[in-house]
Nanobody, 115 residues
């Protein structure tokens, strides 16, 4: 059974920073890519960033240069460092991993950026 638990969200002013964490349990973490997604009210869930098991990263254009995804395999944790936050970054942020045919999601953590 895979469990993902996000933390680190909160309220921040525009231009500020937050670091999200996603702690994983189960056997999938070290061998699989991990992703962050987000969903704003009224919008579809959108992909934010991915980090492969080997450490290579990819970002959505909307966050490139501002967000950094990283992982610590010894702690089975993936991070999302978010800098220069904008009001349009306001959303619930979700951690995701795909194992075989299955997709696993955390319950999300709310990020609110005030203008």
């Amino acid at each position: 059974q895979v469990q993902l638990v996000e933390s680190g969200g909160g309220l921040v002013q525009a231009g500020g920073s937050l670091r999200l964490s996603c702690a994983a349990s189960g056997s999938l973490f070290s061998a699989n890519a991990m992703d962050w997604y987000r969903q704003a009210p009224g919008n579809q869930r959108e992909w934010v960033a991915t980090i492969a098991s080997g450490g290579s990263t990819n970002y959505a254009d909307s966050v490139k240069g501002r967000f950094t995804i990283s992982r610590d395999n010894t702690k089975a944790t993936v991070y999302l460092q978010m800098n220069s936050l904008k009001p349009e970054d306001t959303a619930v942020y979700y951690c995701h991993v795909k194992g075989g045919l299955y997709h696993y999601w955390g319950r999300g953590t709310q990020v609110t950026v005030s203008s």
